[in-house]
């Protein structure tokens, strides 16, 4: 039997340009598709509010030329905010009470991957790792040793059948390499 689908997404790195060129298009075209029907809360630095997250995704939308005006009035209400620095506590209570009765959020950490081992193991102090799964975007490690590093990390905080590792960017030169 599947696992239960998530209950909100919540996308670390909320206001950087993964985000924004990737997966802010991704989540609209579901929303069009009928695909999204939970919360996704944004979490980043930048001192905002909900509606000045709005807005930049918007903007960013529409600069880009991907904006659908219908679709984006239907991800909109869906859309929080979470302002914070990964290493500060505080910013972990904001999370969890945006989480609010969600139980299976899924984690998606669009950030630099020297950031991984700080909101890992800050999901799982805070309780938010309890029963989610994690998206760990872009490389995974430096080298050997910090790949092992970082699975140990993860596997502190998820299950195996709860960690996905992808690389969007991850080309034929690359492909080939590994063949």
Sequence with gaps: MPPPPSDALVLFGATGDLAHKKLFPALQAMIKRGHLDIPVIGIAKSAWDVEAFRA???KSLA???QLD???FARLAPRLDYVAGDYRDP???TRLRAALGKASRPLHYLAIPPSLFPTVVESLSTSG???GARVVVEKPFGRDLASARALN???HAA???SAIFRIDHYLGKEAVHNVL
């Design 69 to 71: 005006p219908a679709a």
């Design 158 to 160: 998820f299950e195996e």
């Design 152 to 154: 140990r990390t993860l």
């Design 56 to 58: 930049d995704i918007r």
């Design 63 to 65: 600069k880009s030329g």
């Design 128 to 130: 938010c790792a309890a």
């Design 90 to 92: 505080a910013t972990w």
